[in-house]
């Protein structure tokens, strides 16, 4: 079974492609309900600009008070309250989009031969503030 750290192409700096992630990967992760989605939070890179190797508690802040995140799953009932909605989906499956600091709830999966543990977050649908086409457009405040 391939793992999700597969699809990090540069582990030093932790690059997700999500076009990497295997199907049977994809299928095992958790289904979200109602009008929830479930999303890979973006890495943090484990060295600064100028090459400093950071530590594991930056770098895990840093994951924690991520603000990006690409939707690999969105529950049954998402955007479809007309009233706030409009009938004018926020996002879609397979993008990457812009959340609130700490929304939603983490947990971490770990599938059999996977060594590296791999943080998810299931949010509600109107936590999504934006959408943006990459990543690495977004610079960290913290």
Same mark, same amino acid.
Do not use: C, M, S
């Given at each position: 079974m391939e793992s999700i750290s597969k699809a990090y192409v540069n582990p030093e700096e932790k690059e997700l492609d999500p076009a990497l992630l295997d199907a049977s990967v994809i299928d095992r992760l958790p289904n979200p309900s109602g009008y929830r989605l479930l999303v890979f939070p973006s890495k943090q890179k484990s060295k600064s600009e100028g090459g400093i190797e950071l530590l594991q508690t930056t770098t895990e802040r840093e994951s924690l008070a991520t603000v990006v995140a690409w939707v690999v799953k969105m529950g049954p009932l998402c955007y479809k309250d007309e009233s706030r909605f409009h009938g004018i989906p926020w996002c879609q499956e397979n993008q990457?989009?812009?959340?609130?600091?700490?929304?939603? +709830?983490?947990?971490?999966?770990?599938?059999e031969g996977d060594d590296?543990?791999?943080?998810?977050?299931?949010?509600? /649908? /109107?936590?999504?503030?934006? +959408?943006?086409?990459?990543? /690495?457009d977004i610079v960290s405040m913290t």
């Open positions: 990457w989009v812009l959340i609130g600091r700490y929304a939603g +709830t983490r947990f971490k999966l770990n599938f590296n543990p791999q943080e998810v977050r299931i949010i509600n /649908d /109107d936590e999504v503030i934006g +959408t943006i086409l990459h990543p /690495d």
